[in-house]
Structure formats: C-alpha cells, structure tokens
C-alpha cells in the first residue's frame, strides 16, 4: 500500500511563494505518476501538476504554467511543488496523489479519476 505525506501550505500574500512536499511511502516511484490536485470550495478537484517516476516528464495545467514547478527527488522518494507568484484563485486544498502507470500521456495519468492514492491534504490561501 502506497502512503503519501504532504508538508508545506500555509498563508501567502499575492505575489508570494510556498513549497509543498509529498513524501511516498514505497521504495521506489518508477512505476507511478505523481502529482498535485486542487481543490477549492465549490469547485471540482483539478490536476494542477504531474511528474511520471521513471523519466520525470511533467505535465501543468494551463492556469499554473510559468509559475509551479514539480521535481522529484527518487532517492528521498519526494515530490516537491514550488509555486510562485501566487494569486487569490490559487487558494484551495492541494492534494498529493499517485497512480500506477496505466497510459504513455502524463497528461491523461494527470486526472484525479485515475489516481488511486491520495495524501491528507494541505490549505495553500493566498490573500492579502
């Protein structure tokens, strides 16, 4: 069974930075997608970003381009998220998830329908 543990999140200003962290719980990714969902109130969860294990290709959704970026560090087995110039409609729960490679696309592995581990949670709110 694969465990996921996010760190990171917070309170951010407009134009400001935060790290998220997920760390998995297996000896190695190389055979799965992981990546960052969202979700704010009202709205339906969203792939934000997604990284494939073994090559590292990623993936971003348009709304976060330029400003996230995702890296893996296999050794330590963690998926980091570096957002920067954060805006208001930013704000949401971020989810770290995982899914056992099943399509070559990280585009289409990076939808929270074909994700199968999901981590707790972490607030990210970006306010002034």
């Known amino acids: 069974q694969l465990q996921l543990v996010e760190s990171g999140g917070g309170l951010v200003q407009p134009g400001g930075s935060l790290r998220l962290s997920c760390t998995a719980s297996k000896f190695t990714l190389d055979y799965y997608t992981i990546g960052w969902f969202r979700q704010a109130p009202g709205k339906e969860r969203e792939g934000v970003s997604c990284?494939?294990?073994?090559?590292?290709?990623?993936y971003y959704s348009e709304s976060v381009k330029g400003r996230f970026t995702i890296s893996l560090d296999n050794a330590e087995k963690t998926v980091s998220l570096q957002m920067n110039d954060l805006r208001p409609d930013d704000t949401a729960v971020y989810y770290c998830a995982a899914g056992a490679r099943r399509y070559d696309s990280i585009q289409r592995m990076c939808d929270f329908r074909v994700m199968g581990y999901w981590g707790q949670g972490t607030q990210a709110t970006v306010s002034s």
């Open positions: 990284i494939d294990g073994r090559d590292g290709s990623a």
